[in-house]
């Protein structure tokens, strides 16, 4: 008997010192301090528009690497009379963000018969386009001269002419001009 009241009283200890350990376990779980969910709202807005900033920033620069455009403008463009025809004159800008060739000239849709010419030909067209094309890096302007024979068609002073020039990307940039 005296066995079995001993027995007893140590498993009355042994369960009650694991309940005081319990306790004090929970209360030093209670007594820590975390982060106030405030200071996490905040901490997890900080990170997300953080990391939001970096994406638009790494996304405009890949996609301008593939939105890049050739835009020629033709400024100004006017003809002078010179003996047997006309010199027109055009001042063109590459605005756009890529870099533009100009390839072919027209007058009156019809293709310019000399490129890469000086001065007026006797019953033909010319203009000062190199033959590999007029290159203009993006931002960048240029002149392109073009000559038009007296004998040409049935051009005479005071007739508009419709000079287009044709770059390499496919685009055609029109100019109409009135010969004097």
Not at 66 to 84: D, L, M, N, R
Not at 101 to 117: S, W
Not at 146 to 167: D, E, P, Q
Request: glycine residues 10%; proline residues 2%; hydrophobic residues 45%.
């Amino acid at each position: 008997m005296t066995d079995n009241l001993c027995m007893c009283i140590f498993l009355l200890l042994l369960k009650s010192s694991k309940m005081i350990r319990r306790q004090r376990v929970r209360m030093n779980y209670q007594e820590r301090k975390a982060v106030s969910p405030v200071i996490a709202t905040v901490i997890l807005v900080a990170v997300a528009i953080t990391v939001s900033v970096g994406v638009s920033y790494w996304m405009g620069g890949i996609s301008s690497q593939y939105t890049q455009f050739e835009k020629i403008e033709v400024q100004t463009g006017f003809a002078t009379a010179v003996a047997g025809g006309w010199d027109v004159t055009m001042t063109v800008k590459n605005s756009g963000s890529a870099d533009a060739t100009i390839t072919h000239v027209f007058v009156n849709d019809v293709p310019v018969t000399n490129l890469a010419a000086s001065a007026v030909v006797a019953g033909e067209t010319g203009a000062d386009v190199p033959a590999t094309g007029l290159g203009l890096t993006a931002g960048e302007a240029g002149t392109v001269m073009v000559y038009i024979s007296s004998s040409y068609g049935s051009l005479s002073a005071g007739t508009t002419v419709n000079i287009k020039l044709h770059s390499a990307g496919g685009m055609d940039y029109i100019k109409l001009i009135k010969l004097p």
